[in-house]
């Protein structure tokens, strides 16, 4: 007729994706912030990682976190991992979900070659909130056009406003 539940130790669920999933590694030691205690720091120790993927590509990964009595259990938590990978970051190529044509799904954008609207077909990857990673397709020096595409046909002749 009751529960009794520990709190001295809790267990923080994430789902990290594949492209990071070889950052981590068991024991590692990860900062921990919880929405509704803002002002207190937590820590955790990746105590287990899954040998398998779900069907979106994330690997379900357990946090242990020791409780230093704030936390109750069913709170929410975001852990943030501390990954090795700068350069990447840094190099990413990403354009505005807004810039695709028919949706980022098609892949398609319009860039501007000599005057005229140019329809290409891009490799995505990521969506980064409004952003979206571009793998292949641009070179990163392109203007990319993100506003009236509906009105474009390839090679259409084009006046830049901003």
Known sequence: MFEIVNINSLKLSVLVDESQIGRIALGQEV???????????FSGRITF????????????????????????????ATALFKTNHG???????????????????????????????????VTIGKVYGDKVQILS???????????GQINLENGSKINIVK
Request: glycine fraction near 10%; charge should be negative.
């Open 87 to 121: 350069a990447e970051t840094q190099n990413m190529l990403t354009v505005p979900a807004e810039a695709f044509v028919n949706g980022v799904s098609s892949g398609q954008l319009f860039v501007v070659q000599n005057g005229a609207a140019k329809l290409i077909k």
């Open 31 to 41: 900062p921990i912030n919880v929405n509704v205690l803002p002002e207190d720091s």
């Open 49 to 76: 990682i899954a040998p398998k993927s779900d069907a979106s590509l994330n690997f379900p990964v357990e946090i242990e976190v020791q409780n230093k009595g704030n936390l109750k259990a069913g709170m929410y």
């Open 137 to 147: 397709g641009l070179n990163g020096g392109e203007q990319v056009i993100t506003s």
